[in-house]
């Protein structure tokens, strides 16, 4: 297992459309977490699931976003309309249980133009 | 609501010598753990060390250890024989147990200097 991997590493976008990110975690891990990152900040979580359940979001995740896991294995998040203000680091982290540590993908960096 | 606080942007460091970075948080979980993380420029966040909040023992780990003081609420993160590749962004981050998520600080940027 190479650990939490992401894709696209890197995404351009046009103001209005939409974008969507995959995330696969560790493969026994069922805690799965969504964070964003903007420069300089520290992640703020959006959302997480346990497998397949989605068990908490954050009043950052607008109406725009939307987060699936399907069979608990890989997780997609979705933006609709992207805004100038979307643009940011994407982080997918997974855990084994919930007090154990998360292990984080390297990230999705969104631009939007 | 839960907060982590790092006071301190940018630390510096001569090679070789010693740093400590200051976390504090705020929690009113009575079960939480207790993270740093590391990010290096453009790689993924890595986890440094943990300490859980019931052990009063600090936390170690080679040449990183915790300062843990649960009255005050403080976790400050002490780098011994800094190298070069300690250099990057340092995250404190709290995790109640009741939670599920991280809370972050925004971070201390560290640069080690030859």
């Known amino acids: 297992d190479t650990g939490v991997s992401q894709d696209p590493r890197h995404k351009i976008t046009k103001r209005g459309q939409n974008v969507t990110f995959r995330c696969d975690p560790i493969?026994?891990?069922?805690?799965l977490y969504w964070y964003r990152q903007t420069l300089g900040q520290g992640p703020e979580f959006l959302t997480y699931?346990?497998?397949?359940?989605?068990?908490?979001k954050s009043r950052l995740l607008s109406d725009r976003f939307s987060a699936e896991r399907p069979k608990g294995s890989f997780s997609t998040l979705e933006i609709q309309r992207t805004e100038q203000g979307d643009s940011a680091m994407y982080l997918c982290a997974s855990s084994l249980r919930s007090n154990t540590e998360a292990f984080f993908g390297q990230g999705t960096r969104l631009t939007v133009v | 609501a839960q907060t982590v606080t790092q006071s301190q942007p940018e630390m510096s460091v001569q090679e070789a010598e010693t740093v400590t970075l200051s976390c504090t948080y705020d929690?009113?979980?009575?079960?939480?753990?207790l993270f740093w993380y590391k990010q290096p420029p453009s790689r993924q966040m890595i986890l440094v060390i943990r300490q859980e909040a019931y052990k009063q023992q600090n936390a170690t780990e080679n040449r990183f250890s915790v300062n843990f003081q649960k009255a005050a609420k403080s976790f400050s993160l002490k780098i011994s024989d800094s190298q070069l590749g300690d250099a990057a962004m340092y995250f404190c981050?709290?995790?109640?147990?009741?939670?599920?998520?991280?809370?972050f600080g925004k971070g201390t940027k560290l640069s080690v200097k030859p």
């Open positions: 981050a709290d995790k109640g147990g009741s939670q599920g998520n991280l809370i």
């Open positions: 699931f346990q497998n397949e359940a989605q068990l908490e």
């Open positions: 493969s026994e891990h069922n805690r």
């Open positions: 929690t009113s979980e009575s079960d939480y753990y």
